[in-house]
């Protein structure tokens, strides 16, 4: 045991002094930082064998210059830059039956500092502004010179829609949390599917065809390093990956992929989150599932921050989709009344925490099978939703997302809430309420709110929906993946939009989905089209 | 126009009805859920070419039965518990001069429910809570199957360590935070190298070679899927890769990868979370790099959730490793006084919320080349940490990482802190410890403090330190790595410890790092030695 001991003791020892040494190294080899030298050195070898060797078809069924992978925003707004740019023969496939992915349903707001109905009001902002907003939202997990890039594409981006594609927007401004400043146009139909019209009538404009129903099954990376083509299904029928006929495309330039998010993938998205499971719906189209996500990394593509999954703290199981009730649930409930447990009928969240905060907190109680609801009285939905937006809640009603009782006891009753734990849950509201001083969950009281206590007393059930992905392809600021062994570019491989990483962190905020897509779009198909062909 | 958008309604309203579609058919199958269908089927074709062909070397130099990477409590329990099931030739493969990696500087407490020390003081506990403490803390982001696999290996891990390697604890049992029970055990010479010494003597009774200066450089995966072996540097010196002799080992059964977390790598942990800058130290060995997580992700392996890195945020820069300076800073500063952005002289986070929303705020004032200090007077210092630990105030006063100043102006003046906005956050403070009520930060004042403001005054620099891993390669509950593609085990290779992801999810608990890697190594390493010889 002796020189065993000892040498571990050196070992010891030596850790106090091994950061100067390494350090010495460095300077003489004139190298920035210790890591710098563990990244480099450490990886030249793995460089060489970095790719992941696919065999070569033996003939190709055909080719194009730039192979476009989604036809959502970002994939869209990519072919169409590539192709200005002389990028020659593009296509882009989809493989669902129609295109657009999650973009065609999408809320249709755009964040762009320094838009005309911003100028207008005198509102004074600047990509400066938005990318420290981003950064804050995002506790720091995005990258500076990816969004210091995107925003400064934000109001070229926005002057190309209108002057090129044609997208009409309304003239307000809007702000949404975690914007320092109103800046997010409105499309005129209040949907991404105005955009998406006019990229789609665009790209027939320049020859560019959208092949739909095309599944791409493999990224064909070649020995050298190089994506040399895809794989696909022709006639694919989602969900079965079986369905359609296996052809193999060359991309003499380069493939783009802009896939989009897993929100509709329950295996995968457990997998970097396992709270979310099949009890949650997702905001998003069928067609947002993995497949790409795992053939991307694969063949040496590096994810990052695929855990980072945004749900809406607020939405309601009994409809589809982003739906009606988060209206009540967030402007009725969060701020003029309260959540609830029905388990125990107790509060388990601050009620005005960010996102990520309460739709985890309502997650774990969904899968411990408690039910959680939004709740509110009279006198709260009188002081905001009825006025805020006139005739929303009988919508709601109507729709029966939200419930009515002519007493507190009704409500309880129905969602098995022990009632004099709810009561207490009110008193203890009420008591903060009356004295003005934060609660024991740090919340608040909301300027302008009254006791709680006057009936008749509304309802939403909580249960949050899957909505963006955060995390994706590590890409550098032109949209090049960056390869996992080498730090390098992988020559022939670009993403954009919601299969990328980097660019939201933490959290994504609202109006910030359409920039990323369609500017960091542009960027990676401008930058693909000077790739020389290999063949 | 007109087939292009009646085709983009025909989706939207396709959308409404998609999900009982895909059920129907989901049924039809007997498929769980929809999910269970798109991520089984869409990758069957994926499936065939998941591997990452490496073309095979010529000849293997050397073979062993099993090839343990890593020589810190996992590889050596994996080691141990492979040769025990008769695996037969078992090598441990450790890159750096001497082992042990960080498992020979960590504190030696291990998490233990039913330990003999809890028994004796009636303390209740069971692996099951254990589990929910580990779920709870870790934001649900945690494996339930593995961590109830992991806390049920836990006492009979515990009763090996003391009976086959002869490793010994005091009496005491202790409680980190998060635990609902006191439940750790302490080595007697609280450090982890008692347990490592041990583990080091028995390997060498069982005749496993523990082999130093071996840096593995390839993960050498076939055609077939399988691995089958490693390129390794045999002499390599740390950290020039270039260094030692290249050299093929062929792991007939199983390689089990047990290589750490990446700590000390500035440039890769700034992909995972870009605050990490180069500006912070680690508590970390110096190997703790990551060029076999790389490798890992290149052959096929899936990471998870590396973007969770804790960091502790009461660190000094004016010490190394873990440093005693957290003393004051958390036991001190953080119960009775404050927290202070230089630039401003105000607090910038609530003292008590959690080491990650702690770590991050220092971080990022860090980054804005703001200084951070921990600031106490001396009725706080009195009420605190000179009762708890007596002596500990002198030796960080003796070490210059604790320092005193006989007014509030010499500190100030020292750190370059705004006289006037200092005064105004302790009356802030003394204000809300008079009424008792939380602050705007949240804080709920500690029991028993009293107000700020008799001199002399103390304060010590926070900077944190990246501390631990927590994301890794996602294994199943046997340790088996899990392919990118196939969601099923990629064959002969195993993972354990910190190398891992899904035990801890967020945040990992202390004391919880010693069960993590001792208990999950021996279940890796007993089913590693069930493998079928592929040659």
Known sequence: MVDLERSIYDYIHNLLFSKEKIMNTLNRRKFLSSSALLATSSLITVTANAAAKDPMPAKWDEEADIIVVGSGFAGLAAAAEAKNANAGNVIVLEKMRAPGGNSVINGGIFAVPGNPAQVKLGIKDSPELLASDMIAAGLGYGYPEKIKAMTEEALPTYEWTVKELGVQYNDKVGQEGGHSVPRHVYTING???????????????????????????????????????????????????????????????????????????????????????????????????????????????????????????????????????????????????????????????????????????????????????????????????????????DKQLERKVVHKFATLEDLAKQYNVPMDALQATIADYNKHQAEGTPDEMGRKIYKGAQAIGTGPWYCSILSPKVHHCMGGLETNSKGQVIDVSSDKPIPGLYAAGESTGGVHGAVRLGSCAVLDCLANGRIAGRKAAQEQNWS
Chains 1, 2 share one sequence.
């Open 191 to 393: 949907s991404g599917s105005e955009i998406v019209h006019k990229q789609l009538a665009y790209a027939k404009k320049l020859g560019i065809p959208v092949r739909l129903r095309v599944y791409v099954e493999r990224i064909i990376r070649d020995e050298d390093g190089r994506v040399k083509g895809l794989q696909v299904r022709e006639g694919y029928r989602f969900p079965n990956a079986q369905s359609g006929k296996v052809k193999f495309i060359k991309a003499k330039k380069a493939v783009i992929l802009c896939h989009g998010g897993f929100g509709a993938d329950v295996n995968y998205r457990m997998k970097h989150d396992p709270k979310l499971t099949d009890k949650f719906d997702t905001t998003n189209q069928p067609g947002a599932t993995s497949e790409l996500w795992r053939e991307a990394s694969r063949i040496g593509g590096n994810l990052i921050q695929a855990d980072w999954i945004q749900c809406g703290p607020w939405n309601s199981p009994e409809e589809k989709g982003m739906g009606v009730a988060l209206y009540f649930a967030q402007g009725a409930a969060a701020t003029q009344g309260i959540w609830i447990d029905c388990a125990t009928g107790k509060r388990f969240v601050n009620e005005l925490a960010n996102r990520k905060i309460r739709a985890d907190a309502v997650i774990t109680n969904n899968n411990k099978g408690h039910t959680c609801i939004a709740l509110a009285d009279q006198t709260a939905v009188d002081l905001t939703i009825q006025k805020s937006r006139p005739g929303i809640l």
